[in-house]
């Protein structure tokens, strides 16, 4: 292949135009001296070659999608978004601006279109073609693409289209729908005639490849086809000729379209090239190969050929270029210019530019190339191109719109070997050396963000690696202390001029392994399963934090308020459970996720798909249950700072009992206090189980006090108690109720065969009955606990008891329970004040079911 | 303007809903000036301001709770907005059953009908809304205009079963109710609105009849393309005598025309086209109708007038009507496929039936004329002036170009003849296969042939005939050698590859190919028994009887031929065969060739056919007699 030298020429800096439904469609087109470009906004420059400078920036109401010059006419045709088609009589408007020009398009006023100049308002157009003497238009319907045909505007006449001559509805297998932001691709359509026809703005095919692709209809009327390239891929051809229509004859879209192709992604741009040199003496050889263009690269050419037995057959080639393609022309000797976001890119359909040659028979003309060898012409990419029609035989001018908003001149010359020497070329150097400059750099990019891509997946890859070998460290060992653990601890502190109860999760790393990016540390908060949850209306809350980097022995802290209800009370009890959760999503999408910097929609519709069902891997780490024993506070405690030891006075009580006359102003909880016994529960334990529970560490106390900082193990005052040695405490419950603990040593007579049973006695005192309840149920939670421990370890037996005081006590008690179970049925189905009775009689039974002091052996 | 006004603050909201009315009303009032400006851009532009200004009032009014006083100015311009757009966009546009669907959701909302999670369906929900507007009085007039859009919707959609129960509802009768749809059109009464009402482009009553019409005009359209003529017929009165603009008017005598034809009352049929010429200026229909009642009345020379009418009336440039801003009849009517009585094609088209009918009726000099005038349409390349070629139930271009070579040898203009030939084959030289053996392997002995459309070895056939009208033998046998040439080449089942015609597949038929031959053969054999050599003359004779043995002229020629040549015997044992087989029905009765092939069997025709059979009979009988 003949290498071709750019040369590239900078005209103008216009403002970077990008392609795509939100930025619009650039397009560079040229008339005599006058290069007519628009960078896809609502803006049309003119740039005179002659004087070198911008002349005029057309302003259009909306976005132009397309411009077409009617070069007899003098008249410049734009399409605007979701407008219609404007019309402009360059004669008319040029002069008018010719003056004020410069080269930078900051400095040139903008004249405004007027709605005047809109000659066919129609929000549903898409595209168009002119024909100097008609116009071709395709607009969208919901379901169909509607081509019409109107003949084309006169200087003098009324301004506006008149009706359509013709018209006819293409069908299209996928329905359209409707995009936001505009369509993603526009339609492309184009004309195409035969040599002798002399149709202006349409490509001339040759006799024999027209017959076969439009049949001998449209040979023998020598008719224009217009050619039809869809959004999804179809290529149909329509006869113009026969695109007549009148109410009474309407068209027949099966006689006058037919399908030519379908290249199953949207077209961008349909063409014709010759490929055989033809005579020296004849320079306006009519093309021989037609091609059609897809965004993705697809690339289709047909050519007419002929069987051993000499009958004309269609030669069909599907080719791959690399995309995505933003725009493409067709040049001289069977080249066809394509641009990407890489740069410009070249390929040769003539037999001279193929290798292949030699191993083909030299019967019969060369066909077409079994492959495409696409070059590059380095020449930085570019939005928006057209081949200059007046360039000497053998060079290649195109008229170019960088991506950048550069408007310049590509010059490609044939001849390889003199491009060092000649003036011109020293002339633009500089320019050269910006445009290699700028290559490396779209180089340079694609090249990062490759790299980008890479790393991302490698570093996905380590990351499931890791959350591999953690999930097996932490699944393995059921036994022992687990590699990874999560302790939860509760305190009251005090945040915004308010004492919050909080719970604070260790998450501490023994693993050998480290916790890295995609594992984060869920905590739920929500009731416990207990009784409790009857009347608590809590839900679960789950915090999500974020583990960053956990090396192996590191641990890390979260503290978290422990009043999920809405009404900021605290439902006690409450289990926290801490799981640690690894993100699928996070780590690996980013590395499935496609890049490509030029179009970024339709990519996050593929996503979903390609991961597994599952988002990701969750392992259970610990659950820890938050009871009213931990939730309590102690005023009377003196070392404690005084705004822990009371709640907070709330501003709108301290308002209400400023303004209260007498100092009547109490809370319910004081009244109730006032005016209501305060329950009372107690349990008792026999002292000598609580002695061998409590064995270690309470050593040198009594067996009282023990008791007590065992129940308070787990509350921040439990240094208090074991310092001050108490053996009753009066407490604060979270909702500001009393709690009154006291534990006493009492003999029990007359259970025990043997003479009087040493037992601790817990009581339990509350104004409030919600607290007693709550302090009750963890006490026997603990109790339980210990009991259960104990049992595992097998420790001494029971003393001898009077089994028939036992039996009593267990009868007592079904009666009770049996009794408790009728009332609350009857509690479901009777009214206000029935139930009142009941519940009364309930409250009754259930302090009953508390007094007789259960009694722990 | 409007979104400015504060909801309920400063101003209360019966002031915003007087101010968006009083907007409404002047958007009515822009449309109707728009309406009387004729056809300009700046109508069209005034016509989609207001429309644009509906919408925008439109989506004012969707965004307040729905309540009766809002709802019934929400109705009213929903209507209006539907009724200007249905317009200008000359039909109905799918997604406007949304917006119906939601307008009517909310009507169901003043009620607390609308179970929030339940979908309804678009039948479901009418019955619905009518279930619960006795509950809302002041809303029924508009909600029976909406109504009528739908029913024109589904109508032009042809959801005649959505149209009936709806009509149903809307006039409240249940199931006993009769199913016609015509008479449930006819009981439907929509209440006038009252004085104070908001402005409408068009009233409720007035889009009854207007349904009315194009139901019945539908109705009476399919019965007649499904051939229960009684019941077209009935069908369409009821049209004719509804509210009827002169253009569909025109259209309804034309169906009504072609009816009466078909049901056997030509001149009661004549009597409505007339009356549909009288109406206006849609002519074109009508004549075509005319010229067929003509021909199936025998009357050649007023159909032929009447095809000249056509062609004339269709280069009358198409002046396009302007449309009212309304619901009109036209929009709910059918587009005229080409199997409708209203399709008439283009000028070129009826040129083409016009001189077709000539050649077919033997008026040669008056077909070459118009085919000639035809081809020149045809081929003008003037962009601005397309014809549009024959659609496909004719014939194909170069059958058109055969058609027309025909009628120019038929007319005695065989220069002319050649001319149109040559000119066939000029412009498709480059499609035509090229054909090395004839010059270079035809010692090699067998290779594929190429493809070769029929039409090519058609064209040499004319161009024979044309140099043997003007007495070239010579010349004439080259084309008539050429065209055999072909014949012989092209296999009917070829129907591959290569550049067809539209319509050449189907006339490539055995029969055809049969009879093409049999016409080159006997061509050619009577050039060579003109130059006296009867011995090439005989063969080609015989070989026509062979390959289409039921052609009887061939084997009249043969015998002729056998005679001169006085070889008695041969000649007795076809005669015999020839007696046996006249005998015989007809084969190929149900097989009509293409016009060209058909004016070319007649040059095979021996004139005096009977009068030779007779003279065999008795020169032949005589010896045996002996």
């Known amino acids: 292949m003949a290498g071709l030298v750019p040369r590239v020429r900078y005209l103008a800096n216009l403002c970077s135009p990008a392609r795509g439904p939100a930025t619009g469609w650039p397009h560079v087109r040229s008339l005599g001296s006058e290069i007519f470009v628009c960078t896809g906004g609502r803006l049309v420059y003119v740039y005179n070659r002659e004087g070198a400078l911008l002349t005029a920036a057309y302003e259009f109401p909306a976005q132009v999608w397309h411009l077409e010059l009617l070069d007899r006419r003098g008249a410049l045709l734009v399409l605007c978004a979701g407008r219609g088609l404007y019309c402009l009589w360059l004669d008319r408007v040029s002069r008018q601006a010719s003056q004020d020009a410069g080269d930078s398009a900051s400095e040139l006023p903008l004249i405004p279109v007027e709605p005047a100049a809109c000659i066919l308002p129609d929000t549903a157009l898409c595209t168009f073609t002119a024909l100097e003497d008609v116009l071709v238009t395709l607009a969208r319907s919901p379901a169909r693409w509607k081509m019409q045909l109107f003949e084309a505007p006169t200087p003098g006449k009324d301004p506006g289209l008149e009706a359509p001559i013709g018209e006819v509805e293409l069908s299209t297998c996928t329905p359209l729908a409707k995009e936001p932001g505009g369509p993603p691709f526009l339609p492309v359509l184009c004309c195409t005639s035969l040599p002798g026809s002399r149709v202006p703005h349409s490509f001339v095919l040759e006799e ?10 449209a040979a023998l009327l020598q008719s224009p086809m217009i050619l039809c390239g869809l959004p999804d891929g179809q290529l149909c051809s329509v006869l113009l000729k026969a695109l007549v229509t009148s109410r009474w004859a309407p068209t027949d879209p099966q006689a006058l379209i037919k399908i030519l192709h379908h290249l199953e992604e949207p077209t961008i741009f349909i063409g014709a090239l010759r490929t055989e040199p033809g005579a020296k003496d004849m320079p306006d050889m009519p093309c021989d190969c037609l091609v059609a263009l897809g965004h993705h690269g697809r690339m289709v050419a047909i050519k007419a050929g002929r069987d051993e037995a000499g009958s004309l057959v269609p030669e069909l080639r599907e080719y791959c270029l690399p995309g995505p393609v933003h725009c493409a022309a067709c040049g001289g000797n069977g080249h066809l210019y394509h641009s990407t976001p890489s740069g410009l890119c070249m390929v040769g359909l003539a037999p001279e530019d193929t290798l292949w040659e030699a191993e083909q028979p030299s019967r019969g003309p060369p066909s077409l190339p079994p492959t495409l060898c696409p070059a590059s012409l380095r020449v930085c990419s570019l939005a928006a191109f057209c081949v200059s029609p007046q360039i000497p035989e053998g060079d290649t001018e195109l008229l170019a719109l960088s991506t950048k908003g550069h408007l310049m001149i590509c010059s490609l010359v044939l001849s390889p070997e003199t491009p060092h020497h000649t003036q011109a070329v020293t002339a633009s150097v500089g320019h050269k050396i910006k445009e290699l400059l700028s290559g490396i750099g779209t180089m340079s990019e694609r090249v990062s963000s490759l790299k980008k891509a890479v790393d991302q997946r490698n570093q996905a890859l380590k990351c499931l690696n890791e959350a591999m070998n953690v999930s097996c460290a932490l699944l393995s060992s059921k036994e022992g202390p687990r590699p990874i653990s999560c302790t939860t601890s509760t305190a009251w502190s005090r945040l915004q001029q308010r004492d919050v109860f909080t719970a604070t999760c260790v998450l501490e790393n023994h693993s050998a392994f480290s916790l890295g990016r995609g594992w984060a540390l869920c905590i739920q908060v929500g009731p416990s399963a207990g009784a409790w949850e009857l009347d608590t209306g809590v839900t679960a809350v789950t915090y999500t934090v974020p583990v960053d ?11 978290l308020p422990l009043a999920p209800g809405e009404d900021n009370t605290l439902g006690l009890p409450l289990t926290v459970a801490c799981a640690l959760f690894y993100s699928l999503r996070e780590v690996v999408g980013g590395a499935l996720a496609p890049s490509d910097p030029f179009r970024e929609p339709c990519v996050g519709a593929c996503l979903p798909s390609v991961l597994p069902k599952q988002e990701g891997i969750c392992l259970p780490l610990s659950e820890h249950t938050v009871d009213l024993l931990q939730g309590l506070r102690f005023p009377g405690l003196a070392m404690l700072p005084a705004s822990l030891l009371s709640p907070a006075p709330d501003p709108v009580d301290n308002l209400l009992g400023e303004h209260v006359e007498g100092g009547t102003s109490l809370r319910p909880a004081s009244l109730r206090a006032r005016y209501l016994p305060p329950s009372l529960a107690a349990i008792r334990v026999s002292a000598e189980l609580l002695r061998t529970a409590l064995q270690d560490g309470h050593s040198g106390l009594s067996l009282c006090s023990a008791t007590l900082q065992w129940l308070l193990a787990e509350n921040t005052a439990v240094d208090l108690v074991k310092a001050q040695a108490l053996s009753s405490i009066q407490g604060v419950a979270p909702d500001g109720t009393d709690v009154h603990l006291t534990i006493l040593q009492v003999a029990v007579t007359d259970l025990c065969p043997a003479g009087p049973l040493q037992t601790v006695e817990i009581q339990v005192e509350s104004s409030s009955l919600a ?19 104990l049992a595992t370890q097998g420790g001494s037996s029971p003393p001898d008891l009077r089994l028939q005081y036992l039996h009593q006590m267990q009868a007592n008690h079904e009666a009770l329970l049996r009794e408790v179970q009728a009332l609350r049925d009857r509690l479901c189905t009777e009214d206000e004040a029935g139930s009142r009775a009941t519940a009364e009689r309930l409250l009754q039974l259930y302090s009953q079911l508390r007094s007789p002091s259960l009694l722990l052996l | 303007m409007t979104q400015q006004c504060p909801l309920g603050l400063s101003a209360p909201p019966a002031n915003c809903l007087d101010l968006w009315r009083e907007k409404n009303d002047q958007l009515v009032r822009q449309t109707k000036v728009a309406q009387d400006l004729g056809l300009s851009l700046r109508r069209k532009r005034l016509a989609q301001d207001a429309l644009e200004g509906f919408r925008g009032l439109l989506h004012n009014l969707q965004g307040l709770p729905a309540t009766v006083s809002v709802l019934h100015l929400e109705l009213t311009i929903i209507c209006n907005f539907i009724t200007l757009r249905t317009s200008l966009a000359q039909g109905f546009i799918e997604d406007q059953a949304q917006e119906i669907q939601q307008v009517l959701e909310r009507v169901l909302k003043t009620r607390e009908q609308l179970q929030p999670g339940m979908k309804y369906r678009h039948k479901e929900l009418w019955n619905s809304v009518f279930g619960v507007s006795i509950l809302l009085p002041e809303l029924l007039p508009a909600l029976h205009h909406l109504a009528g859009l739908q029913a024109a919707h589904w109508l032009s959609t042809d959801r005649l079963g959505n149209l009936t129960v709806l009509l149903k509802t809307l006039i409240g009768s249940q199931s006993g109710a009769s199913e016609d749809l015509l008479l449930l059109l006819k009981t439907w009464n929509p209440p006038a609105e009252e004085s104070g009402a908001p402005l409408t482009l068009q009233d409720a009553r007035g889009l009854r009849d207007v349904l009315l019409t194009a139901f019945a005009y539908r109705q009476g359209l399919q019965e007649l393309m499904a051939g229960s003529l009684p019941r077209a017929l009935s069908n369409l009165h009821e049209a004719a005598l509804g509210l009827c603009p002169r253009p569909v008017l025109v259209q309804v005598y034309t169906i009504l025309g072609t009816c009466l034809r078909k049901m056997g009352s030509p001149q009661r049929a004549l009597l409505y086209l007339v009356a549909a010429l009288k109406e206006g200026s849609a002519w074109g229909p009508p004549l075509l109708e005319a010229s067929r009642v003509y021909r199936q009345l025998g009357n050649t020379a007023a159909e032929l007038e009447s095809l000249e009418l056509l062609v004339e009336a269709l280069s009358i440039p198409h002046s396009s009507r302007t449309h009212q801003l309304l619901i009109e009849v036209e929009l709910l009517l059918p ?33 070459a004329e118009h085919y000639l005038d035809l081809l020149a349409l045809l081929l003008d390349s003037s962009e601005s002036k397309f014809s549009p070629p024959p659609a496909p139930p004719g014939p194909c271009m170069p059958e058109v170009f055969l058609e027309a070579a025909a009628a120019l040898i038929q007319a005695d203009r065989a220069h002319d003849a050649l001319t149109v030939c040559e000119e066939l084959l000029g412009r498709t030289s480059s499609l035509l296969p090229r054909m090395p053996w004839l010059w270079t392997d035809v010692k090699k002995g067998t290779k594929e042939s190429p493809h070769c459309p029929l039409w090519v070895s058609a064209t040499h056939l004319l161009l024979g005939q044309a140099w043997v009208q003007m007495g070239a033998h010579k010349d004439a046998i080259s084309e008539f ?45 009577l050039e060579w028994a003109a130059s006296g050599q009867n011995t090439r003359a005989l063969q080609d004779f015989l070989l026509s009887v062979q390959v289409c043995p039921g052609n009887q002229d061939a084997s009249i020629h043969l015998l002729q031929t056998l005679r001169r040549l006085n070889r008695r015997d041969e000649a007795t044992v076809l005669w015999q065969k020839l007696e046996a087989q006249t005998e015989l029905p007809q084969e190929n009765a149900a097989w009509s060739p293409p016009l060209y092939l058909e004016i070319c069997l007649s040059w095979i025709h021996p004139s005096d056919r009977e009068a030779l059979l007779e003279e065999f009979r008795t020169t032949l009988q005589e010896p045996c007699d002996l």
């Open chain 1, 208 to 217: 024999g490849l027209f017959g076969l692709l439009f049949g001998a209809d």
């Open chain 1, 771 to 789: 607290s007693m309840c709550g302090a009750h149920h963890a006490i026997v939670r603990r109790m339980q606990a210990m009991v259960v421990a």
């Open chain 1, 549 to 559: 980097q956990l090396e192996p022995g590191g641990r890390r802290e979260v503290t």
């Open chain 2, 481 to 525: 050698s050429r065209c055999l040439e072909f014949l012989f080449r092209t296999t009917p089942k070829d129907n591959g590859q290569g550049p067809t015609s539209h319509c050449e597949r189907e006339h490539t038929s055995e029969v055809t190919l049969q009879q093409l031959r049999a016409v080159a053969l006997v061509c050619r054999g």
């Open chain 2, 335 to 367: 587009s005229p496929d080409p199997a409708s009585p209203l399709h008439c094609g283009t000028q070129s088209q009826a040129k083409y039936l016009l001189a077709s009918r000539c050649l077919q009726t033997g008026r040669a000099e008056d077909a």
